[in-house]
């Protein structure tokens, strides 16, 4: 089973890195469906540190320490290279975040004085997923510190307000809250430095699955002995009320900091992929045909017509074709309407944002919802594997599904 096909099986995923020595560090893929109990799905040949996940249009966008990449299987990598390095400046655990209205920033720390630790600041600037470019670079990130430098910035946006972890110079984690992205944010009063119970965290992380369980994911250390993720649990839900820290389940080896990629709890949003994928795969056999001198139209919203000219195929085949490509157009609309419908959509079918997840109106029929979008993801499906197979017949394709 391909890596993504595992992976869209958990409701959360993460690139972490085990940190051998600290400079001879492996990635890993892992997974889950409590936040609690992990897989390791894959393991690679680089060592990513700090690395955050973020998905649009079928690609998952992962940015790290020195870097920015992206994957459709998280097998292969696409280098997007490092915009947000400045020669002579260190710049670390850079972290996505999608704001309310769809708009990307990535947020970081970067020193001000060479590479002198104790200047570490907080900025953000805006990405452009579409076309791979930033913008607003080094802008400040207006927070009221309690000391004079901090690191590893995690941002999430709940009930309309704005939160941000993050790592005090005095080795702290504590949690700063503006009604505005662009702040001032405030210090809020957490139980959060009591539960570090002498540790020197970094790495804060926070997760809610639910209205009333949140994941605030930390990094402690003293010595090498004791790095690797603790998790602590929000109480009913207070974001300034946390239970004592206690150890990630499930993984041989030690994860570090790392940023939380949530698929949410509809079944709608576990397809994000595969139904990209479809669209993909849609093109494929488009082209194939097309190659052959079978398409004399193609136009996604209407669908398509064939016409097979005087190629020495059977009238069964003819028909096949035509009544298949046709369903899976049709289902593949359908679902997309479906999802427009429900505004987790955008006009050319590409998943918005999660924040507008959960924004959803709270009575939205959910069941009948995912039924519609089950049943057209399987229409999909079928008619996919049905095609494949019949297109091997006569040496068109494969019947493993990869057109």
Request: with cysteine; proline share 2%.
């Amino acid at each position: 089973m391909a890596v993504i096909d595992k992976a869209l099986n958990y409701r959360l995923i993460a690139m972490t890195f085990d940190e051998i020595t600290w400079t001879n560090t492996v990635s890993h893929l892992i997974a889950s469906n409590d936040g609690i109990n992990w897989v390791d799905l894959k393991q690679y040949d680089f060592g990513w540190r700090d690395a955050s996940v973020q998905y649009y249009g079928g690609w998952f966008y992962i940015i790290y320490t020195g870097g920015m990449s992206r994957t459709i299987d998280f097998e292969t990598f696409q280098d997007l290279g490092w915009p947000i390095g400045v020669s002579g400046k260190r710049t670390w655990a850079p972290e996505w975040f999608v704001d309310k209205d769809g708009s990307w920033k990535i947020i970081y720390t970067q020193t001000t004085n060479g590479n002198d630790e104790s200047s570490f600041a907080p900025y953000y600037c805006d990405y452009d997923p579409e076309t791979n470019t930033v913008s607003n670079l080094l802008t400040c990130l207006n927070i009221d510190l309690q000391t004079e430098a901090c690191i590893d910035l995690n941002m999430s946006f709940i009930d309309n307000v704005y939160y941000v972890w993050l790592r005090d110079d005095d080795r702290v984690i504590r949690l700063y809250a503006s009604d505005n992205f662009d702040g001032e944010y405030h210090l809020m009063e957490t139980n959060f430095p009591s539960v570090q119970n002498g540790y020197m965290d970094e790495g804060p992380e926070m997760v809610r699955l639910d209205n009333q369980n949140i994941l605030l994911y930390s990094d402690p250390w003293r010595d090498n002995a004791e790095r690797g993720l603790n998790y602590s649990i929000s109480d009913k839900g207070d974001i300034d009320q946390w239970g004592n820290m206690q150890r990630l389940k499930g993984l041989s080896f030690d994860p570090r900091h790392f940023g939380v990629y949530d698929f949410g709890a509809l079944t709608a949003y576990r397809h994000i992929y595969v139904i990209n994928m479809m669209i993909q795969k849609i093109n494929t056999i488009y082209k194939i045909l097309s190659e052959l001198g079978f398409v004399k139209q193609y136009d996604f919203q209407e669908g398509i017509k064939l016409d097979f000219g005087t190629q020495n195929y059977d009238q069964k085949f003819r028909n096949f074709v035509i009544d298949h490509i046709s369903s899976v157009f049709e289902a593949l609309n359908n679902l997309i309407q479906i999802l427009k419908s429900n505004k987790m959509c955008d006009l050319s079918g590409n998943f918005v944002n999660e924040s507008r997840y959960q924004s959803l109106s709270d009575d939205l029929e959910l069941a009948s919802f995912e039924e519609k979008v089950a049943a057209n993801f399987n229409t999909l499906s079928q008619s996919f594997e049905e095609l494949n197979q019949t297109l091997a017949i006569y040496g068109i394709g494969d019947n493993n599904g990869n057109n």
